[in-house]
Structure formats: C-alpha cells, structure tokens
C-alpha cells in the first residue's frame, strides 16, 4: 500500500519539480537550477537527460551572449565561440533524439543567430512561428524567448518597413495569445521595444488606427510604471497628434473597456475629442513636477480639440491658464482674443487685441483681428476702417514686413467697410465716393487673387448695389466657381438673375446651392420666393417647409391641396432652431422691409411661420395664413410688440405681415391699415408700412402727410421703386407732372432691375 501511495505522488511531484526548474530558468538562478536538475535525475532518470541537455545549452547560449556584451563584438568575428559550440552539441544532442522538440530548435536558431549564421536562424524561426495558435501552451519563458528571436528577426529586416512592422505586430499578438504579456521583466524589456517601434512604423505606414491602439497600451501601461518617462511622454505626444490630424471622426475607433492614461484614474472616453483632452490633462500632469512652464505646444493642442468640438467655455479657461505662465508669449493673447470672439465676448476680445498693440504695434494680424471684430460684431465701420488702414500702412511702410502677404485681407476689409458706410448714407454724392473707394480696394485685393471667392462675393455686392447686372453677375459666377460649397455666392447670384428677369436660371442656381447646403436660410427662402413668383406655391411651401425636415426638400405637403394643419404635422416635428443653420441674418430684415440698422437674432422657427404665412395669402387662403401668423406669434419672447424675439423676426414684421394678410382678404383693408399704422408706431422707419400709410394718406386726400411718408421711405431706401411710384402719385396729384414724370420714369428703370429680394441683405461681413 505504501509503494502504491508513493507512485501515485509521483506525476504530482513531477510536475511541481518542473515548475521549480522553470522558474529557476526564467530567473537564470544557475545554482538553483543545478540542484534542481540533480534531484530530478535521482528521481526521473529517464527524462533527466533531454532536461539537462536544455538547460545546459540554455546556460551556455546566456554566457556567450554576456561575452559579446562585454567585448563589443559578434562571436563570428572571434571565431568559433566555446560557449555557443557548447550550446549547439548539447542541442544536436536533444534533436538526435527528439528531432521535433520546439525549444531545442529555438534555442539553436538562437545560436546561428548569435554566429552570424542569420538564414539558417531566419529560417528555422519562420518555421516555428508558422501557425501561432500553436503557440498557446507554452510557458512564459518560452514566449520571453521566442520575442527575443523575433526581435531579432525585426533587426534584419529593418530596411523593409511593411515586413518589420509583421514581426512586431506578431510579437504583440504573442503576447496576448498566451497571456503572458507582463510575466516578467524580460517580457517587459520586449513588448516595451515592440510598442514603441510597432507604433512608430505604423505613424510611417498610415496604419493609424493600429498606431492609436499601441499608444493606447503604452499609455495605459505607464500606470504601472512599466515604461521609461521618455517613452511615456512620447507616447502621449504622439497620440494626441495621431488623434488630432491624422484620425477623422469617421475613422475613430472608441474604446469599450477603461484606460489609465495616467496613475491617478480610469477613462472610457465617448469620443475622439474626448479622449484628446483626457491625454492632454495626462500630458500636463506628468509635465507639471519638472516643468510647470508647460510647452505652448500643449495649448495648440487644447486650442485645436476645444475649437473642434465648439467648446470655448473650457478652452478659455485652458488659455487663461496659458497666459498666465507664457505672459509675454504674444500668440497666446492671440488665442485668448480669437476664444473670448468665439463665445460672443466681443468687448473683451478687443481689450486684449488693444492690448498686444500697445505691445507690438506693428502687429498686421492683430490690426486686422480688431478691424473684423468691429466690423463683423460691434458694428463700428470706422474703427474697422481705422485698424484696417493702419494694417495697411505697415506694409507699406516695411515691404520686408513677415505679415505683408495679408495685405489683400486689409484690402477687402477696406472694402467692405466702405461699401457698408455707403448703405448707411442718405447724400447722393457721399454714397457714390464710398461705393468708389469700396471698389477700389477690392480691386486691389483682386489684383492679389482674381480667384478670390470672398473678393468677389464683395465686388458683386458692390455692383449689384450700383445696378451693373452683369457685371455682378461675372463675379458672383467666379465667387461660385472658385467655393462651389460657400452658399452666399449661389443666393446673391440667384438674386442677381432675379433681377434680370431670368427666374428659371435663378431656380437653378439657387438649387445648385442648396445641393451643396441644404440647410442654408438664405437659399432656401430665396428659392422659395423664386417658386412663389413663378407660380409654383407648393414647391414654395415644401421648400420653407424643408427647413423643418432637417434640410430634406422632399414634398411634405401633396400637391393638390395643403393646408395649415398638414404644414403643422411636419412643423411639429422640427428640429431646435439654434441647430438650423442661418448664416445670413439679414434674411428676415429684408422679406418685411423692416431696417437694415436693427440686428434680428438667428433663430428661424417664427420665421419660417410668417414665411409659410404668406404663400397662404398669396393663394388667398386668409384663414390658413392667420393661424400660421399665430403659431409665429406663439413663438415670439413674450407679448412685448417692440422687443424682438429669439427665433429671428420682430414684432412689427408680424404686424406689417398680418396687414399684407388683411390686404388679400375681401373685407380686411381697414384692419390691414390698422396693422400697418401699428408697425409704424413701433418703427417709423419700416418701408412697407411707409408705402402702404403713404398711399392711404393719398387716398384720402392728405396729399402732404403722403408726401411725407415717401419722401422719409426715400430718404432711407432710395432703390424703392414703390416709393418712387408713391412719390410720382404725390406729385400728379399736386400738378408737378415733370416732377411727376421723373418719379415714375425712375420707378420704371427701379423695377426693371428690382430684384425679389433687395440686394442689402445680403451678408456683408468678413469670413475666412
């Protein structure tokens, strides 16, 4: 019984014995592993010699790859190496007997290695590392050997770059098929060398994806302190760039599980930008002890992840934080100044730029910075001007000036400052000297690049306003043709065409613009009004409607008949007006005649309502009009009839809206003049309600109260050409007929080239 107990430890025992012994091989404990060896000889005897013969020339390959350490040079350049002849009789001896036994052939292709015999090694090691999900059972030494073997192989193929990055990426999969990826220092030493050059090769190849999921291992690797701070840093740096200018939206592959990018906590970033902040935060920690002037390279980072995800709250923070320790760094006040721009603190914005001048005077970018500033959002054009000019002057003065190439940028804005102090001037003579100082420096700024399609967006609008048709025309179609995805130039062209009679080419290009964006205020309504003019009021209606489907011009509405409840059923589906794009907010100024002095805030939904509203009145369904009136009304701040609401149409649009409604009814011309004489009360300056309250002075026989009211719509709007009619009436009925008949001859050459839309507003403000 007893003997019977002894057998049957002994596979237990066998096992544990070999357990020591490979763990004394991992180790390299050589006198450990000897006695082991003995005592497993005294016990297995006839396993012991296949075991020993291993581990012996295991032992030598170690002792002559010391030796090549020490002296600097390969064995085949000192000949024959005793420890790596050892090695390979103990290995020719385990493969007489065993001729398939994995390690012993490793273990020779190591040596062939270590003697320059580099195809016999390459060639033994292709073939043991044929099919890797053979590989799974072996043990971690085995694994920490086989990498060793493949680094080597990566070493001779360095000039192949595709080949060496198969061999790391096979080390790497090595290691997670056999889970011994951190086992042990020498697995350490091999995987740290493997990610950082698999990595690396990647960046060079385009793998990026494959490039972001080896940072990320190194990334969260460091968290146990497994790779050198260099490598940690550079891991950091290069996953932010790979992230930030090399990985699109589309590309980006979000992670499932958590990731320590530093040692302090856990992420699942839920996006690209996310996780560029997340490295970015990891970044600026492991920077702080050694270098709390942190790399202003850091911030660009943070600038550009912020700015793409329109997150300017906390990019301002971050650059705040930027000035603070870079104070005499000039671009970062720069920075500072373009994010306090982005979240609408335009004030403070110039405070800093007024700053940097103080500072750098001769900076042309900073001049030019304030110069949009105040022309694009405080609405001062002569500090715009003021800025501009002296950005100007510093090129002329120092032609060598680094920042003269933005010269033609000084001269548009020159330009578009003039042309809009021109709408704003009454006198006759002044306005023509603006308009001709405006053309003149976009002339200038053409000279630079005829291809400009902002330039000539600008010198359209010029020409426009001057009535010379085609020769707007020539520059809104290269505007077009230079940005075929800016979609200001295909509204202004389509208004263009419209003035010329030509409404089928008009569709055209408006449709052409909304292929390109479909969710563009402008082209829309414009398109809309060009359908409505052509009779098409359903294509009218479904394209306003358009705006409430997310841009898809797909008929809402069935042709035969609509109503308001079918407009509501779609409208009631909208998406949130801060998301419709509205890039022009003198779309809603210029359909109710209202002032182009007053802003109108951006929002379209009550908008789109009064818009809907008059397709009904023009169809004469006065009961459908009316209640979209009232949904607009709903949506307006308040009952205030002054204020103007945040979905971007006032009060007295509504007002002069429901007049024209009134109009259009059968028994409405009383209530109609009551509504009008409301919006006039409200904003004396609105054209529509001038004309129409000028008219009915007339009928009236108040020949000098209507004198007034046209004279004042002059006065501001010179291009009425029904002021110009009313005012022609006025002096007939006062007996003035060459008075009479100048008025009506300019209403006549007016309405010849009046577009459906007056040409003022157009946007007239600065992007790029």
Not at 45 to 58: G, I, K, T, Y
Not at 503 to 521: D, Q
Request: net charge negative.
């Amino acid at each position: 019984r007893g003997r019977g107990t002894r057998e049957a430890r002994m596979p237990a025992s066998k096992a544990k014995l070999e357990l020591a012994i490979e763990q004394a091989r991992t180790q390299r404990d050589w006198p450990t592993l000897q006695r082991l060896l003995g005592k497993y000889a005294r016990h297995f005897a006839d396993a012991a010699p296949l075991l020993e013969s291993l581990c012996a020339a295991e032992q030598a390959i170690h002792a002559g790859i010391a030796g090549q350490a020490i002296l600097g040079t390969s064995a085949s350049a000192l000949g024959e190496d005793a420890d790596f002849l050892a090695a390979e009789q103990h290995l020719n001896k385990v493969l007489e007997a065993h001729a398939d036994n994995w390690e012993a052939r490793l273990l020779l292709s190591k040596v062939w290695a270590a003697t320059g015999r580099v195809v016999e090694a390459l060639d033994t090691l292709n073939k043991l590392t044929a099919d890797l999900n053979s590989l799974r059972k072996l043990t971690a030494r085995q694994v920490a050997l086989l990498m060793q073997s493949m680094l080597f192989k990566a070493s001779t193929l360095e000039e192949n770059t595709k080949e060496t990055l198969e061999v790391y990426t096979t080390i790497l999969h090595l290691a997670d098929i056999t889970g011994t990826e951190l086992a042990s220092p020498l697995h350490t030493q091999t995987l740290q060398k493997s990610l950082v050059r698999a990595y690396q090769l990647q960046v060079e190849l385009g793998d990026f994806n494959g490039a972001i999921a080896n940072l990320r291992r190194i990334v969260h690797h460091q968290s146990a302190s497994l790779f050198s701070r260099e490598d940690y840093l550079n891991a950091l740096n290069t996953l932010i760039s790979v992230l930030l200018f090399n990985c699109s939206p589309e590309q980006y592959t979000p992670l499932v599980i958590t990731l320590s990018y530093d040692s302090r906590s856990e992420f699942i970033p839920q996006s690209q930008i996310e996780e560029v902040v997340i490295a970015l935060q990891a970044l600026e920690n492991a920077l702080a002890p050694v270098a709390p002037d942190t790399d202003v390279q850091l911030y660009d980072f943070y600038t550009l992840a912020y700015s793409r995800a329109t997150q300017y709250t906390p990019l301002t923070q971050v650059i705040e934080r930027a000035v603070s320790t870079h104070f005499q760094h000039s671009r970062m006040w720069t920075q500072l100044a373009l994010v306090l721009l982005s979240i609408g603190r335009y004030r403070s914005a110039v405070a800093v730029i007024k700053d940097r001048l103080s500072h750098d005077a001769n900076s042309m970018m900073l001049h030019l910075l304030a110069a949009k500033t105040f022309l694009n959002n405080l609405d001062d054009v002569e500090k715009c001007i003021e800025h501009a000019s002296q950005a100007v002057k510093i090129a002329e003065s120092d032609p060598q000036n680094p920042e003269a190439f933005l010269v033609p940028r000084a001269r548009l804005i020159l330009g578009v400052a003039y042309g809009r102090q021109a709408l704003t001037v009454n006198e006759s003579k002044r306005r023509k000297e603006l308009s001709a100082k405006a053309l003149q420096e976009l002339h200038r700024a053409l000279a630079a690049d005829c291809d400009d399609p902002i330039v000539n967006y600008h010198t359209a609008l010029l020409f426009a306003d001057a009535r010379q048709l085609d020769r707007a025309v020539a520059h809104a179609r290269r505007a077009v043709a230079a940005d075929p995805c800016r979609p200001e130039p295909y509204v202004l062209l389509g208004l263009l065409l419209t003035a010329k009679k030509d409404l089928p080419a008009a569709k055209r290009v408006l449709a052409a613009g909304l292929a390109h964006a479909p969710n563009h205020l402008d082209l829309v309504v414009v398109q809309a009004k060009v359908c409505a003019a052509m009779h098409e009021y359903c294509h009218a209606l479904n394209l306003y409607l358009s705006a409430f489907r997310d841009g898809s011009c797909q008929l809402a509405v069935p042709t035969e008949a609509f109503d308001f409840n079918s407009v509501r059923s779609v409208a009631l589906t909208f998406k949130s007006p801060s998301e419709i794009e509205t890039r022009s907010s003198r779309t809603e100024v210029a359909l109710s005649g209202v002032s182009t002095e007053e802003s109108v805030s951006p929002g379209p939904a009550a908008f789109l309502w009064a818009c809907v509203a008059e397709v009904f009145a023009d169809v004469g369904q006065i009961d459908d009009a009316r209640q979209c009136i009232a949904e607009a009304k709903a949506l307006t701040v308040g009952n205030s009839t002054t204020s103007s609401d945040n979905h971007g149409i006032r009060r007295v649009d509504l007002l002069c809206l429901e007049g024209y409604i009134n109009e259009r009814a059968s028994d409405g011309k009383k209530l109609a003049n009551n509504f009008y004489q409301q919006a006039l009360s409200i904003d004396p300056l609105h054209l529509r309600g001038l004309v129409v309250e000028g008219g009915r002075l007339l009928d009236a026989g108040d020949v000098a109260g209507a004198a007034d009211r046209f004279t004042t719509a002059l006065r501001h709007y010179p291009d009425s050409e029904a002021a110009w009619r009313g005012m022609g009436l006025v002096s007939r009925t006062k007996g003035e007929f060459a008075a009479a008949t100048r008025c009506f001859l300019s209403a006549v050459q007016l309405e010849e080239t009046v577009p459906l839309l007056p040409f003022s507003f157009m946007q007239r403000i600065i992007q790029w």
